[in-house]
């Protein structure tokens, strides 16, 4: 079965700083989609960025990135120029496949992440 | 597109109460996924239905839950009799792409119920 793991429960960084998160993951497939979700105060869920495990190329959506490394089944997500709205609990989360008919998201624990101003 | 709707926002109710939640996916998703979000637990899918059939229902906490999909534009996720421990924020999210194309893997969460039982 897949599992993702989130090991740092916590994050504090300074505002306008640089913080990575971290996120490993567990599977036997070659193939599959990894996921960052951000949940502000406000609960709502929204999708950060997105990585297709067959790319090579790191996915990036404005300050945030992602480092891929598929051999270690690493997928962190890097936040530049932390800003006071990045505060909010992360999540990343693992999907089967195209070729798998299961829809099913697996998300990890979450990591909260505080920006110090 | 307005994304995922779901109704109530909040809602406050006395233990043994009927409790309906309902979830209006994005237009042209065939897959949706009931959730719900407490401290203890933190996220756990209840229930998922493709092209409006329950696929995996094994999170479903006991006979007090049932949901249904009716048609595609429409679930419903219901609890009776309710108790405080379902006290929880529920999330309805929705994925799939009608002509196949682009990120039809990718779910997208309505804004939540939160649930309260007395």
Known sequence: ?117 | DAGVIQSPRHEVTEMGQEVTLRCKPISGHNSLFWYRQTMMRGLELLIYFNNNVPIDDSGMPEDRFSAKMPNASFSTLKIQPSEPRDSAVYFCASSGTPLGGRDRETQYFGPGTRLLVL
Not at chain 1, 7 to 30: F, G, H, K
Not at chain 1, 43 to 61: D, F, G, H, S
Not at chain 1, 66 to 84: G, M, P, T
């Open chain 1, 1 to 117: 079965a897949q599992t993702v793991t989130q090991s740092q429960p916590e994050m504090s960084v300074q505002e306008a700083e640089t913080v990575t998160l971290s996120c490993t993951y567990d599977t036997s497939e070659s193939d599959y989609y990894l996921f960052w979700y951000k949940q502000p105060p406000s609960r709502q869920m929204i999708l950060v960025i997105r990585q297709e495990a067959y790319k090579q190329q790191n996915a990036t959506e404005n300050r945030f990135s992602v480092n891929f490394q598929k051999a270690a089944k690493s997928f962190s997500l890097k936040i530049s120029d932390s800003q006071l709205g990045d505060a909010a609990m992360y999540f990343c989360a693992y999907r089967r496949g195209p070729m798998n008919r299961d829809d099913k998201i697996i998300f990890g624990k979450g990591t909260r992440l505080h920006i110090l101003p």
